[in-house]
């Protein structure tokens, strides 16, 4: 018969607590990689909401078609570059050109000051300046458009005192006209959902293989996995061939939810966006492996890959404007394959744009998975070893 004494719980001791919170301090010590998490991802947090994210984006990129030359044209020019919502990078020679610039993306902004416009403004006839926009986020040209409205009321000022005064009327002596190009209405989905493509991949493809090698030790499968005949290229490649489907099938089922749920248009090939897809995917599907071969158990993995995701959906301009970042943030930006990702979807879906037009920004994604393969092959070797 058990006694009633063994039964009891031992009481709360203070040697065994401090025994085990002890443990869990050495525990800590050894798993330096979680350690450095707690203490880097808030830093990496307050460092980027605190310097990086701008919701009142400035120095635009803006092209000038200056087709006339009197006083009053240059006047304009010479207040619109000292505007700090823009920054004048060109100055075109023509509507093409133009319209080439808006396309790439290398501008956000086209101000066409028409031809005869000092002679139209000293007749009273109040000339328009056309202001083309690339509107696929609202939200970083509504500011700056603003700006320019009340910059063109006050920019002539000086030229029309004296007998040039009655042209300074309530209305103002220019007429602004604002081509929103792409998206007119200003719907804030049309930018959000072709980018959800490249968020959702990149974070369910990086976590998922990220788990690929940290699965097989923990598993205590990778014994067998190294006994096996294989280079490193042939494991990592064979690795990343069955997501690759997975991935193609949240592509559709984002593009058919965007298209028939938000009526997102589609002004391009879905081929072509298919194509840029699976480079993308690779690239996802390269860093989680990368990361699978840093890790030393799954916990790891994981962490590594949200420690890779946080500043890619902050500096990608998926949420914030990619240009109203400092310079710092746009080039930690230019490295991570969902900024340029997000620039060719948006591209092919709303503006429709092709082959050409998305090269630039298909070069660095193809550049990354090369050097995310690399690295994975060559950790995966110091593993044979």
């Excluded at 000339?127 to 509107?135: G, N, Q, T, V, Y």
């Excluded at 490249?198 to 923990?218: D, F, P, S, Y």
Aim: proline fraction near 5%; hydrophobic fraction near 50%.
């Amino acid at each position: 018969m058990i006694s009633r004494a063994a039964g009891k719980r031992p009481r709360f001791s203070l040697a065994r607590f401090w025994a085990v919170v002890f443990k869990e301090f050495v525990q800590m010590r050894r798993d330096r990689l979680t350690f450095g998490m707690t203490i880097g991802i808030p830093l990496l947090q307050l460092i980027l909401f605190g310097y990086a994210i701008n919701v009142d984006p400035k120095h635009l990129a803006a092209a000038v078609l200056l087709a006339d030359n009197g006083p009053q044209g240059r006047t304009l020019l010479y207040s619109i570059q000292n505007c700090s919502y823009l920054d004048l990078v060109r100055r075109v020679n023509s509507e093409s050109e133009a319209n080439q610039l808006l396309e790439r993306g290398d501008v956000q902004f086209v101000i066409n000051i028409p031809v005869n416009f000092t002679h139209d403004l000293l007749r009273g006839d109040r000339p328009s300046i056309l202001l083309e926009a690339d509107a696929t986020d609202p939200a970083a040209t509504s500011n700056a458009i603003g700006a320019l409205r009340t910059l063109l009321n006050s920019a002539l000022q000086n030229d029309l005192k004296g007998p040039f005064a009655f042209l300074a009327g309530a209305e103002g002596p220019v007429d602004l006209r604002v081509h929103a190009r792409y998206n007119p209405e200003a719907i804030t989905y049309y930018n959000i959902v072709p980018g959800l493509m490249g968020v959702v991949l990149q974070m369910t493809m990086t976590v998922i293989t990220g788990l690929a090698i940290t699965r097989e030790l923990e598993r205590g499968t990778m014994e067998t996995l190294l006994a096996m005949p294989t280079r490193p290229i042939e494991v990592m490649t064979g690795k990343i061939i069955p997501y690759i489907l997975l991935g193609y099938i949240q592509v559709i089922l984002i593009l058919s939810v965007a298209y028939f749920l938000f009526h997102v248009p589609i002004a391009g090939s879905l081929w072509l966006l298919f194509a840029v897809a699976l480079i993308f995917i690779i690239a996802t599907l390269a860093v989680g492996i990368t990361f699978s071969t840093l890790a030393q158990n799954q916990l790891q993995a994981v962490q590594m890959g949200y420690f890779f995701f946080l500043p890619s959906i902050l500096l990608s301009g998926f949420m914030f404007p990619f240009r109203g970042m400092p310079q710092w943030a746009q080039w930690v930006g230019e490295v991570l394959p969902l900024t340029h990702f997000l620039r060719i979807a948006r591209g092919i879906l709303i503006k429709g744009n092709g082959l050409r037009q998305i090269i630039p920004q298909l070069w660095p994604i193809v550049l990354f998975i090369v050097f995310a393969m690399t690295v994975a092959v060559k950790r995966y070797r110091r593993t044979l070893d």
